[in-house]
Nanobody, 128 residues
């Protein structure tokens, strides 16, 4: 089992920035590809970004490229999501997730069903 705990959400004005963190426990963190998803009210959960085991490769939803940065620190068992130039449409619950299904950053990391473990989520609210 892997336990994931997200922190860093909050209420931010449009144009601001946030760092989200997700700390893992229970298994070897570097054995997992990590992803971030978000879910806005009334919408389906949406892939945002993923990062490979070492952090050398990343994959983003096209619409967030340039504003979102995913990174990880395997020594701290933590994956991060930096969000810049926040917009009201970024308002959502943000979830981190872990998967050991793939040996590389497969395109299927965009799919929620590819992940084995999920955190409880952290709310990000952007005011206009």
């Amino acid at each position: 089992q892997v336990q994931l705990v997200e922190t860093g959400g909050g209420l931010v004005q449009a144009g601001g920035s946030l760092w989200l963190s997700c700390t893992a426990s229970g298994r070897t963190f570097s054995d997992y590809i990590m992803g971030w998803f978000r879910q806005a009210p009334g919408k389906e959960r949406e892939f945002v970004a993923a990062i490979s085991f070492s952090g050398s490769s990343t994959y983003y939803l096209d619409s967030v490229k340039g504003r979102f940065t995913i990174s990880r620190d395997n020594a701290k068992n933590t994956v991060y999501l930096q969000i810049m130039s926040l917009q009201p449409e970024d308002t959502a619950v943000y979830y981190c997730a872990a998967t050991a299904k793939y040996a590389w950053l497969h395109t299927r990391v965009r799919v929620a069903d590819s992940y084995d473990y999920w955190g409880q989520g952290t709310q990000v609210t952007v005011s206009s």
